[in-house]
Structure formats: C-alpha cells, structure tokens
C-alpha cells in the first residue's frame, strides 16, 4: 500500500525555511518596538553561505537586504576588532573594520514581488501562532 501526504518533500522544505524566515521577522520586530534599530542583516557562514534560496526568502521577508560575510569565521573576526580598539590599536570600530574587515561576498536584495505576497502570509503566521498559543493557554506577548 502506498500512502502519500499529499505533500512533496520541496513544499515541506519550502515551508520550514519560511518559517524560520517568519520567527526571525518577529525577532526583528520586538527588538525594533523595544526600541533597538536593526540597521542591517548580515549573513555569516553555513546556510548563509551555501543557500541561495533561504537567504533570498529571508530579505524577500524581513524586506530588507541581507549582506553574506566574506569571512569563514566573521564572529571571531568582530570580536578581534572590538578587542583591538579595546586594546588602543583602532580608536574606533569603525576603523578597526576598516582595517580587518573582509568584506562581503554576496547581497540579496528583496523582490518587491514576493514582499508583498510574504507580508501577507506573514500576517497569516501570527494570526496562526496567536491562535495555537490562546489554545494551549499560554501567554501571548503584547
């Protein structure tokens, strides 16, 4: 007997990547009504680098660029540049960046097409989520 969901493994996949992509708006979101600026969204190593396809969702969702570090160990590397302006060798981020900074290897830029058509499934998501969370009793955040 064969039994199918009904749905292939690339919607599945397709749906997983979108809602990470949706949990990260959220995450922009809070830190942005909190009052914290998100003033750029930089990518760095694993996924960032090796797909296309979930970067490409991800500024198609948050509606923002997305810029793919160069640097294999970009983590690192920030926390070497905060450490040589702490030890007086840059007298500022800005210019330690300037000095050790790799750069970026990639940009994606939203399509305007599929912000609105994410926008609008994104709305669906929360509405989705505030209703599983009032279901289960638990505390929705204001």
Excluded: H, W
């Amino acid at each position: 007997m064969n039994l199918t969901m009904g749905t292939a493994a690339p919607q599945i996949f397709r749906a997983l990547v979108e809602a990470i992509c949706y949990g990260s708006k959220q995450i922009v979101e809070r830190f942005e009504s909190e009052g914290i600026p998100i003033k750029q969204v930089i990518g760095i190593g694993g996924v960032a680098k090796k797909s296309a396809f979930v970067m490409q969702t991800l500024a198609d969702v948050l509606d923002r660029p997305i810029r793919i570090a160069v640097s294999e160990q970009a983590p690192a590397l920030g926390a070497a540049m905060y450490a040589a302006v702490a030890a007086g060798l840059y007298p500022n981020v800005l210019s330690a960046q300037q000095a050790l900074g790799s750069g970026f290897a990639e940009t994606y830029i939203p399509s305007q097409g599929r912000v609105a058509d994410y926008a609008a499934r994104y709305a669906q998501y929360q509405a989705l989520g505030r209703f599983v969370e009032s279901a289960t009793g638990e505390a929705t955040p204001a």
